[in-house]
Each structure stands twice: as structure tokens, then as C-alpha cells.
């Protein structure tokens, strides 16, 4: 079975600009989860989609928004980028959800300027 | 909401011993801890996780207790080798939540 895909694996984009990420899942898994990793906050969690519909968001402002496709897979966006938004994305696979056995892809490296 | 503290940050051992990796969670409604690793230019990898109606959990040379009691939970590696070197994240959460992560531990591994 493949893995989790992530495209693309790195980005760098300008202040101001914005930027959308995709994400893969394991064939069958309906969960995708998106987490942001940093050196300073470590994995944060940004939002679940099941089944194309939102279904947990993490503390995030309103900048950080996705969606889910009927094949279950999802992109998340970042509008307006801030320095501060320069992170490893990390997008994770469940059949089931966060409480269960999540599968991370490699994730997408962005550098914002 | 959940907290999820991890100790130590960084842990230095040599090949053949074993390693260990405490995690304390804060809502005692948590019952599920899985833990990742991750190694350099990769995405984390489950290792290995427990619910909270178990107690301990092995795989190989991983294992995992729980203690609901105390709140917390402890990833055991014995016979390290110096492929498991790499950062190892504890997490924490309950159905319909967020995972929440510990700060994760760098492991090294010397021959």
C-alpha cells in the first residue's frame, strides 16, 4: 500500500503571499489531519477532515483554512504569510481518526521570506 | 485542554542498553497514547501505542506502560542500536480531539 504523498516537499514564498499544500492519503483512510512542526512549538495540531467535513480544529487563526475532496484528498491553505509561518507541514492518515493509528507523509518544508 | 510533558529532552546512550522516555498527560479523559519517531527528513512514524484499558504493551524490543493513576506513560527501548537514533515524540488525546504532542526526545545511540 502507498504511503502518505505530500507535494510539493518544498516551498519559499515572499511575506504577504499565500500558499496551498496537498496531501495524499493511504488508499481507504477518510481522516487526513494537518499539524504544523516547529523548532519552538514542536507538532501542533491545525484541523482533522473526515469524510469532507471538518471535523477539529486546532488553535490556529483564520489564515490557516482547508478542505477535504470526495477521494479524501485534502489541501490546507495559508493566506497572507508571516515570517512566523516558516515550518515543517505535516499532514497524517487514519481510517478512523485522531484517536486512532494516524500515518504521517514526509511533509512539505515552508520558507517564508 | 490536554497537556502532554516530556522528559528528558535529549538522551545519550550507548549501543546494547536501554533507553527510556517518560510522558505525563494532564486530562485524565486521555485514552489514547500513541508514540512516533522521527528521523532526520521524514515524517514521524508510529511505533507503537496503547489504550488506556491496557497496561503495558511490547513489540520486539519496545515496550509501553501506562499509568491512568498517575498520568503518565513511559516508552522502553532495550538493546539500543544506533538505528534508533532519532527524535521520539510521546502524544495524547481521547475521541473527537486533537493529538496532542509531547516536545519530543533526541535519542542517540553510540557504538
Known amino acids: 500500500k502507498a504511503g502518505v504523498t505530500q507535494t510539493p516537499r518544498y516551498l519559499i514564498k515572499t511575506r504577504g503571499q499565500q500558499v496551498t499544500l496537498s496531501c495524499s492519503p493511504i488508499?481507504?483512510?477518510?481522516?487526513v489531519s494537518w499539524y504544523q512542526q516547529t523548532p519552538g512549538q514542536g507538532l501542533q495540531f491545525l484541523f482533522e477532515?473526515?469524510?469532507?467535513?471538518?471535523?477539529n480544529k486546532g488553535n490556529f487563526p483564520g489564515r490557516f483554512s482547508g478542505r477535504q475532496f470526495s477521494n479524501s484528498r485534502s489541501e490546507m491553505n495559508v493566506s497572507t504569510l508571516e515570517l512566523g509561518d516558516s515550518a515543517l507541514y505535516l499532514c497524517?492518515?487514519?481510517?478512523?481518526?485522531?484517536?486512532?493509528?494516524?500515518?504521517f507523509g514526509p511533509g512539505t518544508r515552508l520558507t517564508v521570506t | 485542554g490536554e497537556n502532554v510533558e516530556q522528559h528528558p529532552s535529549t538522551l545519550s546512550v550507548q549501543e546494547g542498553d536501554s533507553a527510556v522516555i517518560k510522558c505525563t498527560y494532564s486530562?485524565?479523559?486521555?485514552?489514547?497514547f500513541p508514540w512516533y519517531k522521527q528521523e532526520l527528513g521524514k515524517g514521524p512514524q508510529l511505533i507503537i501505542d496503547?489504550?488506556?484499558?491496557?497496561g503495558e504493551k511490547k513489540d520486539q524490543r519496545i515496550a509501553v506502560t501506562l499509568n491512568k493513576t498517575a498520568k503518565h506513560f513511559s516508552l522502553h527501548i532495550t538493546e539500543t542500536q544506533p538505528e534508533d537514533s532519532a527524535v521520539y515524540f510521546c502524544?495524547?488525546?481521547?475521541?473527537?480531539?486533537?493529538?496532542?504532542f509531547g516536545k519530543g526526545t533526541t535519542l542517540s545511540v553510540s557504538s
Open positions: 502524544a495524547a488525546n481521547q475521541a473527537g480531539t486533537a493529538l496532542i
Open positions: 497524517a492518515s487514519s481510517s478512523l481518526g485522531t484517536n486512532y493509528e494516524q500515518y
Open positions: 486530562d485524565s479523559a486521555s485514552n489514547y
Open positions: 488508499s481507504g483512510h477518510r481522516s
Open positions: 477532515y473526515f469524510s469532507e467535513t471538518q471535523r
Open positions: 496503547i489504550r488506556s484499558n491496557v
